[in-house]
């Protein structure tokens, strides 16, 4: 649960965002965003040019030739490529424009030459990624200032910067699709989750860690948990005519396994539609991500993470800086790691599958929007730390859903600055010292040496290790629910304007399942750990409605009650409900409701 519960006092009910108000929130995100922008500008006007020469030479070329040959046997043409076909429409359209440009005549605007050009789809993603974070902030019921709190920790975080401006990398691009997909889930609209879903997997495969949780979340509410959910407001414009209000219409009726079907088809159509421009079927497709997986047969691709600390005849990542394989190679001298016969990849393919398998069944028990969002960054992280073949950026989308949870959580933020160090850390080396002859990089902090060295290598992958068994526990019910309180709390302390739920979901985060910190244990079922962490989530309620209380009355000029009695927080609880739903019927609380008399036995 989110938003506040039916009953409890809302720190924004008495005082509803006006014109003023959201012209106000729209002038602080938009001068947020034009600060990040600005900071981009500026590195790359000092820097020009700059980048991973390997990635931009290869970036170059492929728009140049899509843009001259169209896309249309791209994969035949003889020349490396091991991307797939989602962002290369992106290069495609950069090389038109690039041809447009010299065409009439402009080859290099100041400093900026056709570098800046490629590196600027990702220096917008990076802005739409902090918009995104800000409103999925709000979606979660916090207030204003921690949702731009939440985008500030993204734009401004040099994770963002450095891999977009600096670097040359692409990873924001993809990432973009990976919100919208996980905010059209919260919403309730697994069709278009699955379109952003299957986008976000085809311009990089290891964002396709969306799509187990939506499998997952598709399934236990269309065919485990088929019922009528209360319609959001989208699904209320029903009444209206045209196609788009049948579709609407029938997605306010359809709550059962058809919904299935129509998600698996959306995904599916996406994928087909994606590849074929390229003359890829979908088995093509799958052999490209198999091609791009198994063009690096190695342990760790310069990530710090566990596999970096493994050694084998003194070589290693930690131990002097080089790569070791994961599985034999072709040649009898190129033998990889193996745990008795199995061989690295397996092992870590097998942990990653486990780690999967955690997250889905602890999606499919609680499918509300904390467990969704939590599972998509324990999967964010795990694909770091556990598997092989894992290159210094994977950890990138933890920083887009780390903000998330780091704008509405002090646990939450301490993580997300730990795990930002150690991967920024982890790409400046690779880029500055590892590979130092690339274009307009320096080991600019000096730190190239103390960084590459086999101690600071091993510290970062302990803390990066840390760092993920942290965010897998918070899976469990206890920290959800402590999770839950910490926006509670903020919502009853924070000043300026409140957030509320997404339309249709406002006092729960999936229609018709109940949050666990909610739930009260039926006879029989026991309830050791359900009863606790609801009597945990009551006391913080009544503590925060206690705090709003005494903050209202002092704002009157009342003298402040000592203390906020249970019979109170109750009474103050279903007023603001009502003042904030007065067409709602108010809930009344049996337990203290007088009875009738019962009636004298017959004589």
């Known amino acids: 649960m989110t938003g506040p519960a039916s009953g409890e006092p809302s720190a924004g009910a008495d005082a509803p965002l006006g014109t003023t108000g959201m012209r106000g929130t729209a002038r602080a995100i938009g001068t947020l965003l034009a600060a990040g922008l600005a900071l981009r500008l500026i590195i790359a006007y000092l820097i020009p040019g700059s980048g991973f020469g390997t990635d931009l030479t290869a970036f170059e070329f492929w728009a140049e030739n899509l843009a001259q040959q169209g896309p249309v046997g791209f994969y035949d043409r003889g020349f490396f490529a091991d991307y797939t076909p989602g962002y290369l429409y992106v290069l495609w359209l950069v090389g038109l424009v690039g041809q447009g440009f ?19 789809p990702s220096v917008l993603a990076d802005l739409t990624i902090g918009l995104l974070i800000y409103r999925m902030v709000l979606d979660l019921g916090a207030s204003r200032r921690r949702a731009l709190a939440g985008a500030a920790l993204f734009v401004f975080n040099p994770i963002s910067w450095f891999d977009s401006t600096v670097w040359g990398q692409v990873d924001s691009f ?43 979340v598709v399934i236990r509410r269309y065919l485990f948990h088929a019922r009528e959910g209360e319609p959001s407001r989208w699904q209320r414009l029903s009444d209206r005519h045209g196609p788009s209000a049948a579709l609407r219409a029938w997605a306010a009726r359809e709550r059962g396994p058809l919904r299935i079907l129509t998600t698996g088809t959306a995904g599916f159509a996406t994928a087909v539609l994606l590849s074929l421009p390229f003359g890829l079927s979908i088995l093509d497709l799958l052999g490209q991500v198999a091609k791009t997986a198994g063009g690096y047969p190695y342990l760790t691709v310069n990530a710090f993470n566990p596999w970096a600390l493994v050694t084998q005849a003194g070589n290693g990542l930690a131990a002097n800086s080089l790569w070791i394989r994961d599985v034999n190679g072709p040649n009898p001298s190129d033998v990889g790691v193996h745990f008795g016969p199995i061989p690295a990849v397996i092992v870590g393919t097998g942990l990653l599958l486990a780690v999967i398998a955690v997250v889905i069944w602890a999606v499919a028990r609680r499918p509300d929007r904390l467990t969704i969002l939590v599972g998509l960054t324990v999967l964010a992280v795990a694909f770091f730390v556990v598997p092989t073949r894992v290159h210094e950026r994977y950890l990138y989308p933890f920083f887009a859903l780390g903000a998330i949870l780091a704008a509405v959580s002090t646990r939450w933020r301490l993580v997300f600055v730990g795990l930002s160090v150690t991967g920024f850390l982890n790409m400046y080396v690779v880029l500055t010292t590892f590979y130092p002859d690339n274009p307009g990089i320096s080991d600019w902090l000096g730190l190239g040496p103390d960084l590459r060295s086999g101690l600071t290598i091993t510290v970062l992958a302990l803390v990066n290790t840390a760092g993920f068994i942290w965010v897998l526990a918070q899976l469990r019910r206890r920290a959800e629910a402590r999770l839950f309180a910490e926006i509670e709390q903020g919502r009853a302390t924070d000043e300026g304007p409140i957030g509320e739920p997404e339309p249709g979901l406002p006092h729960a985060l999936d229609p018709g399942v109940e949050h666990a910190s909610a739930r009260v244990p039926r006879r029989g079922e026991g309830g050791g750990t359900a009863l606790p962490l609801l009597r945990h989530a009551l006391r913080v309620q009544r503590r925060a409605s206690q705090g709003a209380l005494e903050t209202r009355v002092r704002s009157a000029g009342k003298p402040a009650p000592a203390s906020l009695s249970r019979a109170a927080f109750r009474t103050h609880r279903q007023a603001s409900a009502h003042a904030a739903h007065p067409h709602r019927r108010p809930v009344l609380d049996r337990r203290h409701t007088a009875r009738p008399a019962l009636a004298a036995p017959p004589a």
């Open 174 to 216: 993809g990432v973009v699709f990976l919100l919208l997909g996980l905010r059209e889930l919260w919403r309730d609209r697994p069709e278009r989750a699955a379109v952003f879903a299957t986008v976000a997997a085809v311009i990089k495969p290891q964002l396709g860690i969306l799509v187990p949780i939506l499998a997952a």
């Open 102 to 120: 010299i065409a009439v005549g402009i080859e290099q605007v100041g400093p900026w030459t056709g570098i800046e050009l490629l590196k600027l």
